[in-house]
């Protein structure tokens, strides 16, 4: 379950008064331009053969305006298998675009991942992009992105740091005002040896069931 805070479109000149950070439920909780955050909270249990229990907290925020984009996302994902810890993993990504007057934008992104059942104590990865927009309309974005990255890494113990890519594809698609698919695909590998390399894959279905309140 998901709750969109909303956020602050962009300033107009004749408004007065100081903004809120809860619009009127009558308003749009969904801001094109300016600020919008979402906090999601899930919990899962399963019981028979094997008794497995898992919950999730994540945090999305996000900028936009026709020259400038920033997003901010934290996720803390944990589960149990018969007592035993299976996933244990707190990710986040902080980006910023530029665009321009074309499909074209440049961007920097710094990326961290914990994951205790994989023994990656940390996994810092700086980075310059290069983006291209193949689909951006109201309802359906499609874009991809690469550039040169750093990785600083601690796995198993033993510190490491190396030159590294990034490559990562991009889509949503709002069906109408009640549902939209966001699904992502990030790349990393070392420079220097290619099976060095990871790959995460994302997707939410969001159906929204009230102005604030998403089932995700």
């Not at 249990?45 to 305006?65: E, F, K, T, V």
């Not at 927009?133 to 740091?161: N, R």
Request: negative net charge.
């Amino acid at each position: 379950v998901a709750y969109d805070l909303g956020g602050h479109g962009e300033a107009e000149e004749e408004s007065s008064g100081r903004r809120s950070l809860m619009p009127d439920e009558e308003a749009s909780a969904e801001t094109k331009d300016g600020w919008s955050s979402t906090a999601a909270l899930g919990f899962s249990l399963n019981q028979g053969n094997s008794d497995r229990i898992g919950y999730h907290m994540d945090w999305s925020s996000a900028y936009r305006s026709p020259e400038h984009e920033f997003f901010f996302d934290l996720g803390y994902h944990y589960s149990e298998d018969n007592g035993a810890t299976s996933t244990d993993r707190l990710t986040s990504r902080l980006q910023y675009n530029r665009r321009f007057d074309s499909p074209c934008y440049v961007g920097g992104l710094i990326g961290f991942l914990r994951d205790e059942p994989a023994a990656i104590e940390y996994r810092v990865v700086p980075g310059l992009l290069a983006g291209y927009s193949l689909i951006d309309t109201g309802d359906t974005s499609l874009a991809l992105e690469i550039g040169p990255s750093y990785t600083f890494e601690k796995l198993g113990g033993v510190a490491a740091d190396f030159a590294s890519m990034v490559a990562s594809e991009r889509f949503s698609h709002a069906f109408n005002e009640r549902f939209e698919l966001k699904q992502a695909v990030v790349f990393t590998a070392e420079l220097a040896d290619f099976g060095n390399s990871s790959v995460s894959l994302s997707a939410a279905l969001d159906t929204r069931m009230t102005q604030r309140l998403i089932w995700r």
